[in-house]
């Protein structure tokens, strides 16, 4: 089993930044791909970005060039690095974890956080 926790979701102009965590315990950290998805209201939940224990990463279209995913390790921690944010990124936003390599379809993730809100005024 795996327990993942998220924090770092708020409320933000359009342009502005935040870092989003995701504090992973229970089984052993490196083996896991780790991905950020996010779900609107009324929406299906969707891929945001991907990093693999070795530090492969994958984004969607839409957030390239102004979202990085990183992990550490060391502290059992990924993150999302959120910046020139847009309304149109409002979402509760998922942590998960699978074992293998990174993917883009939550139905092949094993693990899920509870979710944090990100809302982002015009």
């Known amino acids: 089993q795996v327990q993942l926790v998220e924090s770092g979701g708020g409320l933000v102009q359009a342009g502005g930044s935040l870092r989003l965590s995701c504090a992973a315990s229970?089984?052993?950290?490196?083996?896991?791909?780790m991905g950020w998805f996010r779900q609107a209201p009324g929406k299906e939940r969707k891929f945001v970005a991907a990093i693999s224990y070795g530090g492969t990463t994958g984004y969607a279209d839409s957030v390239k060039g102004r979202f990085t995913i990183s992990r550490d390790n060391t502290k059992n921690t990924v993150y999302l690095q959120m910046n020139s944010l847009k309304p149109e990124d409002t979402a509760v936003y998922y942590c998960?974890?699978?074992?293998?390599?990174?993917?883009?379809?939550?139905?092949?993730?094993?693990?899920w956080g509870q979710g944090t809100q990100v809302t982002v005024s015009s």
């Open positions: 998960a974890a699978r074992s293998g390599t990174i993917a883009k379809v939550p139905a092949w993730y094993d693990y």
């Open positions: 229970g089984r052993t950290f490196t083996s896991y791909a």
